[in-house]
């Protein structure tokens, strides 16, 4: 995907946008600013967080972003309740609203886990080779990659700051003094 707008995930937020608006320019939800802003807000948060996240061209801001994406959904979801409570939302208009938000923190969440593998954590935006810097960390601690992508530690290494005494304790590397 070259843009956010190619998204399905980003364009089920857009749509989740123009829904929570026909609801709340009605009678009596608009005359309830508190509940009325907030909700707007959350929702315009959903697909805001994934083109941020998507244009700032690293994994850890894009997990981040997505991250708050999932939390604005969560928090439509919540605010449906309460909308449906005060008799703003009828009950089917609201559980088919907060069905949608679930739907897109499901799509937020496969695509987090897929950018969360070691493949991923430290590689280029799109992920298209594994990170070499990780491979060699990875060979020196006595891992090796399994079919999953996942890594699997396949022999002992020493310690990594020095050796340990036969009794498990950390040899400290101080020498003693002559006399």
């Known amino acids: 995907m070259k843009t956010f707008e190619d998204l399905p995930v980003w364009q089920d937020g857009r749509e989740l946008v123009k829904r929570i608006y026909f609801h709340t320019r009605k009678r009596p939800f608009r005359e309830d600013r508190g509940l009325c802003d907030q909700i707007q807000r959350a929702a315009v948060s959903v697909p805001s967080n994934i083109a941020e996240g998507h244009e700032r061209g690293t994994t850890p801001d894009l997990i981040q972003y997505l991250f708050h994406a999932k939390g604005s959904a969560g928090e439509v979801r919540s ?32 695509w987090i886990q897929s950018m969360q593998t070691v493949r ?6 799109y992920h298209k080779e594994p990170d070499a810097t990780w491979e060699d960390f990875a060979a020196q601690a006595g891992m090796e990659r399994q079919s999953d992508g996942r890594y699997k530690k396949v022999r002992e290494t020493r310690a990594r700051y020095g050796t340990r005494n036969s009794d498990g304790t950390r040899k400290t590397g101080k020498r003693k003094k002559k006399k």
């Open 79 to 110: 605010q449906l309740y309460n909308a449906q409570d005060l008799g703003y939302v009828p009950p089917n208009a609201a559980e088919e609203l907060r069905e949608f938000c679930r739907n897109i923190s499901r799509q937020l969440s496969a």
């Open 120 to 125: 991923f954590k430290r590689g280029p935006k």
